[in-house]
């Protein structure tokens, strides 16, 4: 009989439901809202609905592979917490979607671990080994896959990228290399000098404030240039401390933030020459993620594709 893999995203803003081949193929791809007032229980009802139904038509699934918004307890399949989103501190999801489908193989991963995993084999990280995945997102996350595998550190973490601190005052990646860290550098710099095109940009643009960044870099706007050119530096010294304990072939930069494309991908890839060692010069390569939104329901995939 022909079977089926489900890839599933389960984030803070968005719910995402993938149907694939044997091969990990996606045949049909479902986005959801998510209602954050509705908390854990509104997800999990939107996606009973889809399990329910596919078990009502005998659709044949041969493992589910789940990527979640939050630390987890991969052996058990257990979340852990959830920063965004109420009722999910401790919900085994594993158990859960056993208990909803039935019978079936069922894996339960980080979010940002299962798009790294979805970029080293599917995407911008192709043909690299090791491959790091960096999230540049409202928050900023990480991920190592060596040998095609996750790479797990000892319970409960593993490559947490946007804690890494890049000073002792407690500067770190995420403070100063998230979206929320560029919106408030935007801002701070509209208010010192109003007059500027990336000042303009953000009024006529009514968005958050890091949308207005490329534009305004695309028409030469000096504030822009150095506030990617401070985002960058501080992103690329961060990244030197994973270069020198991981040693990656590749760098991948996904999330919103690296949406900004090549401008973001050079001044990085030039600024961590400055931190990295000699004997690993010229550094790993930067590059840029290639799946989108489908990164997480691709590793998604991958999870259960070679061992369901």
Same mark, same amino acid.
């Given at each position: ?19 694939? !081949? ?6 049909? +791809? ?152 560029? !919106? ?6 509209? +208010? ?36 990617? !050119? ?17 040693? @990656? +072939? ?12 090549? @401008? ?19 550094? @790993? ?8 939104? +489908? ?14």
């Amino acid at each position: 009989m022909f079977k089926n893999l489900v890839g599933i995203e389960i984030g803070g803003t968005k719910l995402q439901l993938v149907i694939a !081949d044997e091969k990990a193929h996606i045949l049909n +791809q479902y986005r959801l809202h998510v209602h954050k007032e509705l908390g854990a229980e509104g997800i999990r009802a939107q996606i009973g609905r889809f399990l329910c139904e596919w078990r009502r038509h005998h659709l044949a699934i041969s493992g589910i592979g789940v990527g979640f918004g939050g630390p987890v307890d991969v052996a058990s399949g257990r979340i852990i917490c959830s920063h965004q989103i109420q009722g999910w501190d401790q919900f085994n999801l594993k158990e859960w979607i056993l208990s909803v489908y039935g019978s079936t193989c069922v894996h339960v991963e980080n979010d940002a671990n299962t798009a790294a995993l979805g970029e080293s084999l599917c995407g911008a990280g192709k043909g690299c080994n090791p491959v790091m995945y960096v999230t540049l997102g409202s928050g900023v996350g990480g991920g190592a896959v060596v040998e095609g595998k996750i790479y797990h550190g000892a319970h409960p973490g593993e490559v947490e990228i946007g804690h890494v601190r890049l000073d002792k005052e407690g500067r770190t990646v995420e403070s100063c290399c998230s979206g929320w860290a560029v !919106d408030r550098k935007i801002l701070s710099s509209i +208010q010192e000098k109003p007059d500027t095109c990336i000042a303009q940009l953000c009024t006529a643009m009514h968005s958050k404030q890091a949308a207005a960044l490329l534009p305004a870099l695309n028409q030469g706007d000096e504030e822009a240039r150095r506030i990617l !050119d401070e985002t960058a530096d501080d992103l690329a010294y961060g990244l030197s401390h994973a270069v020198h304990l991981l040693h @990656p +072939q590749a760098i991948i930069l996904g999330g919103g933030l690296s949406l900004l494309g090549e @401008p973001l991908r050079l001044a990085v890839a030039q600024k961590i020459q400055r931190y990295v060692m000699q004997a690993f010069q010229p550094g @790993p390569e930067i590059r840029l993620a290639l799946l989108g939104e +489908q990164a997480v329901p691709t590793g998604a995939l991958e999870l259960v594709r070679n061992s369901c």
